[in-house]
């Protein structure tokens, strides 16, 4: 006889194997299955979820939001300040919240310092992850008169450049 109940021990495995008789190691075997919430269906956070919103996690985490959207604003500057604009001023770099913006001629550089209100508008709401507060539109670069060998007192050319 096997246990106290009188039963054979052929009968018990019998019993034992059809899962008609609960053992010890069946008992271990389900509480540790309940306690792991994690494989339970139905459960918080078992939804599944988009490649989109893993990655978005991801540098989220990793703290890349703000470097990708400086990456954004260089990559949507047509968008943003329009085809024609996009064509004669690029972004240089940005530090500090002041975005530099390369301009092909200083007519250019003008006239965009007087839409700047409405492009540092446009930047911050499209990309508040790069930290953009101002905007600083330069000439092109040109050559200086004041120093050198050949250089002489006086006002010099002015801008032709552009």
Request: with cysteine; glycine share 8%; hydrophobic share 35%.
């Amino acid at each position: 006889m096997s246990d106290a109940a009188g039963i054979p021990e052929t009968v018990a495995t019998y019993l034992r194997l059809r899962g008609l008789e609960p053992s010890a190691a069946k008992k271990r075997r389900r509480k540790r299955r309940n306690d792991d919430d994690e494989n339970q269906p139905f459960t918080p956070g078992r939804d599944p979820k988009g490649v989109g919103d893993l990655l978005a996690d991801l540098t989220r985490q990793s703290g890349w939001d703000a470097q990708l959207a400086k990456e954004d604003l260089v990559l949507q500057w047509a968008e943003v300040a329009g085809e024609e604009t996009a064509r004669h001023a690029d972004p240089v770099a940005l530090s500090d919240g002041v975005l530099t913006v390369q301009c092909d001629s200083t007519a250019w550089a003008k006239n965009l310092h007087l839409m700047r209100a409405t492009i540092v508008t446009e930047l911050i709401r499209r990309f508040p992850e790069a930290g953009v507060e101002s905007v600083r539109f330069v000439g092109p670069d040109v050559p200086s008169w004041k120093w050198g060998p050949r250089a002489v007192p006086g006002r010099g050319p002015r801008d032709t450049y552009g």
